[in-house]
Structure formats: structure tokens, C-alpha cells
């Protein structure tokens, strides 16, 4: 499985982005797809996920403002996000977790929110 994410840049604060993340390969495997984020000199934390049924998870700093999509082909997952503010800013991972637990990672899309 291969992971191709979009969508980044540079907003003000309020502003919204829409992140974009194409999966490749045995897609047919994959159950869940999200996206993580890392802020320099942090850990990489969870934002959202969403499984192949459509059940969604979000992380309590982002309910309300983001939103988790999946395309009908099941290979593209999308994250809407809304209300944007500087403590949003960070490096943007896509994951990809197969149902037999193995995952895969996208490369990085900076989000970098100004105040």
C-alpha cells in the first residue's frame, strides 16, 4: 500500500484546509485510514480516523472543526478542516491500517496556521 497525501499550506487563523491522501496498491486490505499530525518538538498524535463501515474518531482537540471523509472507492480519505487555529499547526500524516493490523504511512503535509 501506497499513500499519496495533498493538501497542506498556509492559512490564517479560522481558515480551512482540505487534506487529501490516495491509497495505492492492495487497497482491498485496508479496514481504517486517518490522519495523524506531529508539531515540532511533540509527539505524533492521532486527529482522526475512519473505517471501511464509516465509523469515525476524532481526538477531543479537533471535534467540531474537522471532519473525516472517505471516498466511496474506499481509497481516498479526506480531512475538512474548519476553524483553523495556530495550535493546529503541524505536519500532517496519512495512515493506512490493514485488517490484518499492518500499517502504512504517507509522507507528511506541513498545515501552518498564522495567527
Known amino acids: 500500500v501506497q499513500l499519496q497525501a495533498s493538501g497542506g499550506g498556509l492559512v490564517q487563523t479560522g481558515g480551512s484546509l482540505r487534506l487529501s491522501c490516495a491509497a495505492s496498491?492492495?487497497?482491498?486490505?485496508?479496514?481504517?485510514m486517518g490522519w495523524y499530525r506531529q508539531a515540532p518538538g511533540k509527539q505524533r498524535e492521532l486527529v482522526a480516523t475512519?473505517?471501511?463501515?464509516?465509523?469515525?474518531n476524532y481526538a477531543d482537540l479537533v471535534k467540531g472543526r474537522f471532519t473525516i471523509s472517505r471516498s466511496s472507492a474506499k481509497n481516498t480519505v479526506f480531512l475538512q478542516m474548519n476553524s483553523l487555529k495556530p495550535e493546529d499547526t503541524a505536519v500532517y500524516y496519512c495512515?493506512?491500517?490493514?485488517?490484518?493490523?499492518?500499517?502504512?504511512w504517507g509522507q507528511g503535509t506541513q498545515v501552518t496556521v498564522s495567527s
Open positions: 475512519i473505517t471501511s463501515a464509516g465509523l469515525t
Open positions: 495512515n493506512a491500517l490493514e485488517y490484518g493490523l499492518r500499517g502504512y
Open positions: 496498491g492492495s487497497i482491498f486490505s485496508i479496514n481504517v
